[in-house]
């Protein structure tokens, strides 16, 4: 019996689920994948270090040699500083997660205070510094925040349109479901405002995504043998679906905006 009081629950409730509030479903998701990007690396909680824009690692591999090196040998030398160091270190826009010696990782935004956790035979080639010098000189996150301010705007003013409503018809004598149109206003500041987020969205993931693998293959080619480096799947993942989504919200209003438009010129001809 409960299962079928919750179906006939749904069913009453999807009729009056109006297209706005798909948008503003749409946008709410946007915005916690946007949040979680933002908080990858903030603090040491489950699947938080997880998500990180760049990470870089020392690892024992065969060096890469190449003709426009001049001097090979340097991998040698470098391999000898770096000895059995196996630190990892994570980059997020906010913090940046640090693991010694293989075990969990230690989180944090001051990363003085995280070197102080390592010793020099763990990190003898500064990656620590290397991170937070990434993190300060080429992360830029207030772009992503703008964004998620004008996406929550834009999902209170969605919260303004009408929905279904009953209303009397003396003609019949009967109750009909009635859905008046949005504020033409209001739907074009929404466009405007979702259209700016994600356009600051696709700037900063794209400049995210160049810079992190960029500074990746700087680094790994720095300490050729010695040390590896990665850009980080997860938050590439969130920042791609978070613009997708304000993207199909930003296309649904422009849609909504014209169909309502056309409408009126129908209505008006009549």
Same mark, same amino acid.
């Given at each position: +019996?409960?299962?079928?009081?919750?179906?006939?629950?749904?069913?009453?409730?999807?009729?009056f689920l109006g297209y706005h509030h798909v948008l503003m479903i749409l946008i709410a998701i946007a915005i916690i994948l946007l949040s979680l990007l933002l908080a990858g690396c903030s603090s040491s909680s489950p699947l938080i270090p997880g998500i990180f824009l760049i990470s870089f690692y020392y690892e024992d591999y065969t060096p890469n040699y190449d003709p426009t090196q001049v001097d090979p040998g340097v991998t040698a030398a470098i391999a000898n500083i770096v000895g059995q160091a196996m630190l990892?270190?994570?980059?997020?826009?906010?913090?940046?997660?640090?693991?010694?010696?293989?075990?969990?990782?230690?989180?944090?935004?001051?990363?003085?205070?995280?070197?102080?956790?390592?010793?020099?035979?763990?990190?003898?080639?500064?990656?620590?510094?290397?991170?937070?010098?990434?993190?300060?000189?080429?992360?830029?996150?207030?772009?992503?925040?703008?964004?998620?301010?004008?996406?929550?705007?834009?999902?209170?003013?969605?919260?303004?349109?009408?929905?279904?409503?009953?209303?009397?018809?003396?003609?019949?004598?009967?109750?009909?479901?009635?859905?008046?149109?949005?504020?033409?206003?209001?739907?074009? =500041?929404?466009?405007?405002?979702?259209?700016?987020?994600?356009?600051?969205?696709?700037?900063?993931?794209?400049?995210?995504?160049?810079?992190?693998?960029?500074?990746?293959?700087?680094?790994?080619?720095?300490?050729?043998?010695?040390?590896?480096?990665? =850009?980080?799947?997860?938050? +590439?993942?969130?920042?791609?679906?978070?613009?997708?989504?304000?993207?199909?919200?930003?296309?649904?209003?422009? =849609?909504?905006?014209?169909?309502?438009?056309?409408?009126?010129?129908?209505?008006?001809?009549?």
């Amino acid at each position: +019996m409960p299962n079928v009081r919750f179906a006939v629950g749904i069913q009453r409730l999807i009729p009056f689920l109006g297209y706005h509030h798909v948008l503003m479903i749409l946008i709410a998701i946007a915005i916690i994948l946007l949040s979680l990007l933002l908080a990858g690396c903030s603090s040491s909680s489950p699947l938080i270090p997880g998500i990180f824009l760049i990470s870089f690692y020392y690892e024992d591999y065969t060096p890469n040699y190449d003709p426009t090196q001049v001097d090979p040998g340097v991998t040698a030398a470098i391999a000898n500083i770096v000895g059995q160091a196996m630190l990892e270190v994570r980059v997020g826009y906010f913090g940046i997660c640090v693991n010694p010696d293989g075990g969990d990782f230690l989180c944090s935004n001051n990363a003085t205070l995280l070197a102080e956790q390592a010793s020099i035979d763990q990190d003898p080639l500064n990656l620590i510094w290397v991170a937070e010098t990434f993190k300060d000189e080429v992360v830029f996150p207030y772009l992503i925040i703008i964004a998620i301010v004008l996406a929550f705007i834009t999902f209170l003013l969605l919260a303004t349109f009408p929905g279904w409503h009953e209303e009397h018809d003396a003609r019949t004598g009967s109750d009909i479901d009635i859905k008046p149109f949005p504020s033409r206003p209001v739907s074009q =500041v929404a466009l405007a405002l979702i259209f700016i987020a994600s356009i600051f969205v696709l700037v900063s993931v794209l400049w995210q995504h160049t810079a992190s693998v960029a500074a990746a293959q700087v680094t790994q080619d720095f300490g050729n043998g010695s040390v590896r480096s990665g =850009v980080g799947t997860s938050a +590439m993942v969130l920042g791609w679906f978070g613009f997708a989504l304000l993207i199909v919200v930003t296309i649904g209003l422009l =849609v909504m905006i014209l169909s309502i438009h056309l409408l009126d010129k129908l209505t008006d001809g009549d």
